[in-house]
């Protein structure tokens, strides 16, 4: 949709799936965060900030989102530096993100429980599946010990044994 809420809600799916941030990441940025230019984004956790590169589509959403959605969303709390607010201007919660999420999985039709670590998840297994390193997984997600990527990878190689098994009837 074009609404500005629809526009705020497609830039944030969008991005979540792009850089495989934590929610709370993502409700916490600041516009000051974002570097449109050269699609990157800095993300904020407790211990440590990592700047994350985010593609095209997540692209052409913030931009749509920041050029027609943003200013009307804060036009009652202008001072506002928050880059997704929630429909009054100010900060939008985790709690409010996850209705957003469980609303747009039920129009698409998606039966089974869907949470924004689904999509963090789907991230990192969709790195794997493509060959990306473990390590520069690890660092993506912001992960402090390798073993937590590591689960990662074990999605991948269950999928590649399938895909093996699947052959093996074949020939």
């Not at 799936?17 to 984004?41: C, F, H």
């Not at 929630?86 to 409010?96: D, I, K, L, P, V």
Request: aromatic share 6%.
């Amino acid at each position: 949709g074009k609404t500005p809420k629809q526009l705020r809600d497609k830039a944030m799916l969008e991005l979540l799936y792009a850089t495989g941030m934590r929610v709370t990441e993502l409700i916490t940025l600041k516009i000051t965060d974002v570097n449109i230019n050269v699609e990157k984004i800095t993300c904020h956790d407790r211990k440590k900030d990592r700047v994350l590169e985010f593609g095209q589509e997540a692209h052409k959403a913030l931009t749509e989102y920041l050029e027609e959605g943003r200013p009307q969303l804060i036009s009652k709390n202008i001072k506002s530096d928050v880059l997704f607010p929630n429909c009054a201007g100010g900060e939008m919660s985790r709690q409010g993100f996850w209705k957003l999420l469980k609303k747009y999985g039920e129009k698409a039709g998606i039966n089974k429980d869907i949470t924004p670590h689904t999509l963090r998840h789907s991230f990192a297994a969709h790195l794997v599946e493509n060959g990306a390193n473990l390590k520069v997984i690890q660092k993506m997600l912001g992960h402090s010990d390798i073993s937590t990527t590591h689960m990662y990878m074990e999605t991948g190689s269950s999928r590649v044994k399938n895909i093996y098994d699947k052959t093996q009837n074949i020939v």
